[in-house]
């Protein structure tokens, strides 16, 4: 980042939008435990809050390359990656005005669909702003401008549970999770919809760089007609049998597409120089199995701690906010340590900065809980799974695949001691989900697009269309647990990190084959700095 101070302001910019992503998807940790109480749900339908809100990422990246293809022009380059972000801030304050008659009908249908069209919304958003923080710097640290947006991004997930719950509940007691009505939720995203157009005025009077790729950009059949084919399945089941079959025929299909890709990856040579589509690239294919993997790992884990605390720790849902909080928060814990790079501090301070500022992180997830949740002392055993992620961050010397491997080996580690333990123990090593999953996103993000040269913005698509693995495990998940316990559900989010490790050993070595190696380019980078 040191060569292009030029770039800093514009990228704090685009780091604020960052900020809502999480503090959404966070919240839904509340209103799934809300719902599935005041509408009478089992846990699988109660998950469709999730289903509604992370597969609205899928289809509008596939609406964006659908318009890309019949206009014959690549919709982000031709209004620019700022008017993207600002109309995506629009429509998903659109999204929160639903939310207003959905409560006053107790629509649970009308509810969802207010959180499908905020989800549409954000899935512009990311599909603008991640290769736009790329592109304001050498692509090799391309995973440390994002990790920067991340650490503002679970900033918000960290605090939006415990806002969203004061707001809906006003206090932590058994009358108060009684006593709370559907009606409690309309208040508090109509504020949310004024804060999106806030921002979004905010975007459109300030100075950003006109960035964008230059080159051609070809949009093929399998691209907008492989996810139209997944949709149409979808449907059918739908219509055939229940959403719930048609979530889980969906899984199946993914499950293929996982094992295709992955077959892709070690079957894959060198580039020819004839690469017509970006389906030619393996890496495009494995950074979206990837990108499914990950994002339905991070979702699930927190979306089912609700269900998981009234199960194993006896809690109602106004006292879970501060547990799904340190999950969200976790991730902020290890963004902002993964980030502190980024500013390329001199050789020991870094060493210092890299115990201080998660630990930092740590403290402020305890303060903003302590403001509503009071007591947070039971929290304090939780700082030594931040000493382990601390040690696994200074193993990984910043290198991006070095980074993957750790974090999802420890990752699938704790979730399986979560599973075959209980007590605190079992709660607090599920909960560190969040530190393992937290800087995966840049990791996998950064391989997935390596080298597609006119296909970026396709690959970027492809890649934010993967969100979709947030709708789909979360309701798995949920599937399993009324099957045999929540506890033992999570079995799946080990399985999650597992592929996820895998992933990181193919993807190097595909992109090796090409002439790629983001650890080799962040290691020579390292020696010329000193540190």
């Not at 503090?23 to 599935?36: C, D, R």
């Not at 109660?46 to 019949?70: P, T």
């Amino acid at each position: 980042m040191s060569d292009n101070k030029s770039n800093m302001p514009a990228l704090y910019t685009l780091m604020t939008v960052w900020f809502f992503w999480s503090f959404v998807a966070a919240s839904n940790g509340i209103l799934i435990p809300l719902f599935k109480e005041k509408f009478e749900l089992t846990q699988t339908q109660a998950q469709l809050v999730d289903f509604a809100f992370y597969a609205a990422y899928f289809v509008g990246s596939w609406l964006y390359l659908m318009f890309s293809k019949f206009t014959k022009t690549d919709i982000l380059n031709k209004i620019g990656y700022k008017n993207g972000i600002i109309i995506g801030l629009v429509l998903s304050a659109l999204g929160t005005l639903l939310f207003y008659p959905a409560a006053e009908a107790r629509s649970y249908g009308l509810l969802l669909s207010g959180l499908f069209i905020v989800g549409l919304g954000f899935s512009l958003q990311q599909t603008a702003t991640q290769p736009f923080m790329i592109a304001l710097g050498p692509p090799e640290t391309g995973a440390l401008r994002i990790n920067m947006g991340g650490a503002v991004n679970n900033f918000g997930g960290t605090i939006g549970p415990a806002l969203v719950s004061y707001a809906i509940f006003g206090s932590i007691s058994a009358e108060a999770a009684e006593n709370a009505s559907i009606q409690d939720v309309k208040i508090p995203y109509l504020i949310l919809g004024v804060l999106f157009v806030t921002v979004a005025l905010f975007f459109w009077i300030s100075k950003l760089p006109r960035i964008k790729n230059d080159e051609e950009v070809e949009v093929g059949n399998a691209l907008t007609f492989g996810p139209l084919i997944l949709i149409a399945i979808f449907v059918i089941s739908s219509l055939v049998a229940s959403i719930e079959t048609a979530i889980m025929v969906s899984f199946g299909v993914m499950c293929l597409f996982l094992i295709y890709a992955m077959y892709r990856g070690l079957n894959s040579g060198p580039l020819t120089g004839n690469e017509s589509k970006v389906f030619d690239y393996p890496q495009a294919l494995l950074g979206m199995a990837a990108i499914f993997v990950y994002v339905g790992v991070e979702v699930t884990v927190g979306s089912n701690l609700g269900e998981y605390l009234k199960e194993t720790q006896n809690l109602d849902s106004s006292q879970i906010s501060k547990y799904v909080s340190l999950f969200w928060g976790s991730m902020m814990i290890g963004r902002w340590t993964a980030a502190m790079p980024a500013f390329n501090p001199s050789a020991t301070l870094k060493k210092i900065l890299t115990w201080v500022v998660p630990f930092v992180a740590f403290g402020i997830v305890l303060f903003a809980n302590s403001l509503y949740s009071g007591d947070v002392s039971d929290l304090y055993p939780y700082a030594l799974c931040v000493v382990v992620m601390i040690l696994a961050f200074i193993a990984s010397k910043e290198k991006p695949v070095l980074i993957l491997l750790i974090f999802t080996a420890l990752g699938a580690l704790m979730t399986l001691i979560g599973v075959l333990t209980t007590g605190k123990l079992a709660l607090f090593s599920l909960i560190s989900g969040g530190l393992f999953c937290s800087v995966l996103w840049p990791s996998i993000f950064s391989l997935g697009t390596a080298g597609l040269g006119k296909f970026t913005n396709q690959g970027s698509a492809l890649l934010i269309m993967m969100i979709l693995g947030g709708s789909i495990l979360p309701v798995m998940q949920g599937k399993f647990s009324d099957v045999m316990g929540i506890q033992t559900s999570y079995l799946l989010a080990t399985g999650c990190f597992v592929y996820l490790f895998v992933f990181g050993i193919v993807a190097q070595r595909t992109l090796r084959k090409q002439g790629i190696d983001f650890d080799a380019e962040v290691a020579k980078k390292s020696i010329k700095g000193g540190h």
